[in-house]
């Protein structure tokens, strides 16, 4: 779903809006309202991520969340419990699961891919897990028909990119800044041309995200990649708001990011594709 | 693709590895090459060697504490005196190693994270000696505890910043200096501290510790023309343990003995004794045993020493537990303390109550056995530190 979505979206001329929501945000009875309404404003794919206790790749504002989660009680079989749920409730937003190794870990890799196939994952990121190191993972991910995710960074050395491109049967991931996740006012420079030589590296579909947050940065990045990732913006407008305040900051804001990207035929060129 | 499954790249059994974020991975791989080329490199190991002599102070003693051994009337116990090094514990064997590789690599600005305390001030002070700037995260709760190594930090020149997330202790501090590194790769090295994280620190850190052993076989064979029955080590991350176990590992007749944290009690919590209430997990960039709940949290621990205060072990230990050529036990808090005022009084010396813990075991076990028989005990750090904890717990009471 996760390569099908970007492929048929890249075949229209049009870059996927990808907004990061932590489950349990307000609370885990209310991230499905979220999930809708992030759906309804125009996300295209959702990244859910999966609170940890020691979220070593996260800024501050998705610390709190992750916190603010794990207070709450939730756990990784509630958050898919909690998809199965809007799952059937209609929800057909693909959605990649964000997390740290240790929950997946604890879980039991072949039981978490079953599991989470079964209440309509699409795909998984794991932040702190190389292709390198994940042999088994894949296998697991694999034998449930679960996508997978990995990350390339402005770091990655280039004789790594096919290996990483050939592990990411759903996308690859540009991390566009070294440093934790959170939003920036500035975004990386020369980054359409780093995605557009990044791009022309690989077969699989390619995502950017970390630090996009604004309509402006949306527009810049059009075309660039087949999809943009608004985390740590969207994080913040939703902190501490009840659910309802919640609800409606996420669809303001993630229909503002979407703008750009229905325009995009309009005034942006497109990126040349390989 | 490189694969990790090779047995020179970071595994012990099927424990260790490399659980990092991309971003890490260059500067990860860009130290496993810089550690692997000064194994072809003797200029290097000259330099540290001179410093370990003149600068360090080592060897260190292995010093026969005899009242001690009479009172309890068992077996003659050895401690092999890291508290006597400069600084205080054997934490500046590994930043020396370190902070010399990290000049080498043409990196500017060292960051590192800190329990105790004693691992920031080994940092600080080898920053000052080499001329490189320092940053120290250390968890607000361990500020309070270890006031004074926060004071010794910023008279050595060091910025210390206060990690106010989680649990404020160790582990949280080991959290912000992963994000610094992940955001600042380009001109900082991370020394970490024990033989804990990514491949290669647990073996590179085992390298730089393991002179304590070597040092302690030659010695107690000079000493006492045999080797000792046995060796206790406290163990936080380990490394003061892994670095005298080193120099016994391979014979098969020295029984080696690891002590963790017990804490106010084994409940979940209230302790930091990942063999007991642990189970196999990955923290911190390798798999090891971890103190989690059942669904992969990593859970608070507790110990009156911030230094053992911490919720996984080197991936080294737990293959030694896996394969049983370690025992590992726990000693609580209240043992610890009395270990430490009976060392004190008996002896003199003033231990860290890290080094307290392993003091404890031997005086445990120091009755059961012969007089002939032989404990060494690695007394890691001096308890000078730990001395304004102990008169507010005093003066509390």
Same mark, same amino acid.
């Given at each position: ?10 075949? /229209? ?49 998705? /610390?709190?969340?992750?916190? !603010? ?13 909690? =998809? ?15 997390? $740290?190794? +240790?929950?997946? $870990? ?83 420079? +020369? ?16 995502? =950017? ?7 402006? !940065? ?10 943009? =990732? ?28 979407? /703008? ?13 594709? !390989? | ?21 991309? *971003? ?28 370990? *002599? ?5 060897? *260190? ?7 001690? #051994? ?43 994270? *800190?329990?105790?305390?004693? %691992? ?38 060091? &910025? ?6 989680? #649990? ?91 002590? &963790? ?79 430490? %005022? ?13 080094? #307290? %813990? ?13 007089? &002939? ?20 717990? &005093?003066?509390?009471?």
């Amino acid at each position: 779903m996760i390569r099908q979505t970007l492929e048929t979206l890249r075949s /229209q001329g049009r870059s996927a809006l990808i907004p990061y929501l932590t489950a349990g945000v307000p609370d885990l009875t209310e991230t499905p309202a979220l999930l809708r309404a992030l759906a309804e404003a125009g996300a295209d794919i959702i990244e859910l991520g999966v609170p940890f206790s020691d979220p070593v790749a996260d800024g501050p504002v998705i /610390q709190r969340a992750s916190e !603010h989660a794990l207070s709450q009680g939730v756990t990784l079989p509630k958050i898919l419990e909690m =998809v199965a749920q809007v799952r059937a409730d209609g929800l057909s937003t693909p959605i990649i699961l964000f997390t $740290y190794y +240790n929950p997946v $870990y604890r879980f039991g890799l072949e039981a978490f891919a079953q599991q989470a196939k079964q209440a309509g994952i699409s795909g998984v990121l794991v932040v702190d897990l190389l292709p390198e190191a994940a042999v088994k993972y894949r296998q697991a991910m694999q034998n449930a028909g679960l996508e997978t995710v990995f990350l390339v960074a402005p770091t990655t050395a280039p004789e790594r990119l096919p290996g990483i491109d050939e592990a990411s049967t759903g996308c690859v991931y540009y991390v566009s800044r070294t440093g934790v996740t959170g939003a920036r006012s500035e975004m990386a420079s +020369n980054l359409r041309e780093d995605l557009s030589a990044l791009k022309s590296k690989l077969t699989s579909p390619l995502i =950017v995200g970390f630090g996009i947050s604004s309509p402006e !940065h949306v527009a810049n990045l059009a075309g660039a990649a087949d999809g943009i =990732v608004v985390g740590s913006a969207l994080m913040a407008a939703v902190e501490n708001q009840p659910a309802e305040q919640a609800i409606q900051a996420a669809s303001t804001l993630i229909s503002a990011l979407k /703008q750009p990207l229905l325009d995009l035929n309009n005034t942006q060129p497109l990126a040349t594709s !390989h | 693709m490189q694969t990790l499954t090779d047995p020179n790249q970071g595994f012990f059994g099927r424990f260790g590895g490399q659980y990092i974020p991309e *971003t890490l991975m260059a500067p990860v791989q860009e130290l496993v090459a810089a550690w692997q080329a000064l194994g072809h490199d003797p200029s290097f190991q000259t330099e540290l060697d001179q410093l370990l *002599t003149h600068y360090v102070g080592r060897p *260190t003693p292995l010093y026969e504490a005899r009242s001690i #051994s009479q009172k309890l009337g068992g077996a003659r116990i050895f401690l092999k005196r890291e508290d006597l090094t400069h600084t205080g514990a054997h934490k500046i064997n590994n930043t020396l190693g370190q902070a010399l590789l990290a000049k080498r690599m043409g990196k500017t600005r060292i960051i590192a994270e *800190t329990g105790a305390g004693q %691992h920031g001030v080994a940092s600080a002070t080898v920053c000052a000696l080499l001329g490189l700037k320092c940053r120290v995260y250390m968890g607000a709760v361990d500020m309070e505890r270890q006031a004074l190594n926060v004071y010794r930090m910023r008279l050595l020149g060091a &910025e210390v910043v206060s990690v106010d997330s989680g #649990s404020a202790t160790l582990k949280d501090a080991v959290n912000e200096a992963m994000r610094d590194w992940v955001g600042n790769v380009e001109d900082t090295f991370y020394i970490l501290g024990s033989v804990l994280g990514p491949h290669p620190y647990p073996a590179m850190v085992a390298g730089f510790q393991a002179v304590i052993g070597k040092e302690a076989r030659a010695q107690i064979l000079e000493q006492a023309g045999r080797l000792p029955d046995e060796v206790i080590a406290c163990v936080g991350g380990g490394s003061n343990a892994i670095g005298i176990f080193r120099g016994f590992l391979d014979d098969e007749n020295v029984a080696l003995t690891g002590v &963790e944290a017990g804490g106010k009690s084994l409940k979940p919590g209230e302790h930091a004794a990942r063999f007991s209430g642990g189970s196999p997990g990955v923290l911190h960039g390798s798999e090891t045993y971890v103190l989690q709940n059942e669904d992969g949290q990593v859970q608070e621990t507790h110990s009156v020493s911030a230094g053992l205060d911490y919720p996984a072990v080197g991936p080294e230990h737990a293959h030694l537990q896996d394969i049983g050529r370690v025992a590992y036990t726990s000693i609580g808090d209240e043992e610890a303390l009395l270990a430490f %005022h009976t060392l004190a009084r008996s002896e003199g010396i003033l231990p860290a109550l890290e080094s #307290s %813990h392993a003091l404890a075991q031997a005086f445990k076990r120091a009755p059961q056995l012969s007089p &002939e028989q032989i404990l060494i005990v690695n007394l890691s750090g001096r308890g000078d530190k730990d001395v304004h904890q102990l008169y507010q717990k &005093e003066i509390q009471a």
